[in-house]
């Protein structure tokens, strides 16, 4: 059974930065895709950006250009780094795994979640 755990969340000055980390735990890593989810009270789930086997990254337009996603094999991790966060970026963050090498915009395509991190931009 696949386990994920996110860390890094917190509260941040709009044109901040901040970075999560999601670990997984359970299995090996490598065949997997992984993404980024969040969601904003009151809205639905919505894909910040995942990353596939082969190491290719999707982004959400309204991320891309200030968010990254990379991945440390040897850790069984990855990270989101982000950048120029504005208070639209509020949300839980949650990291999302699924059994096949491509990344998806689907949500409902991933197997095995994270509990989500509190990610809150506010001056």
């Known amino acids: 059974q696949v386990q994920l755990a996110e860390s890094g969340g917190g509260l941040v000055q709009p044109g901040g930065s901040l970075r999560l980390s999601c670990t997984a735990s359970?299995?090996?890593?490598?065949?997997?895709?992984m993404g980024w989810f969040r969601q904003a009270p009151g809205k639905e789930r919505e894909l910040v950006g995942y990353?596939?086997?082969?190491?290719?990254?999707f982004y959400a337009d309204s991320v891309k250009g200030r968010f990254t996603i990379s991945r440390d094999s040897a850790k069984n991790t990855i990270h989101l780094q982000m950048t120029s966060l504005n208070t639209d970026d509020t949300a839980v963050y949650y990291c999302a795994d699924r059994d096949d090498p491509r990344g998806s915009s689907d949500y409902g395509v991933y197997h095995y979640w994270g509990q989500g991190t509190q990610v809150t931009v506010s001056s």
């Open positions: 359970g299995r090996t890593f490598s065949t997997h895709s």
């Open positions: 990353i596939s086997f082969n190491g290719r990254t």
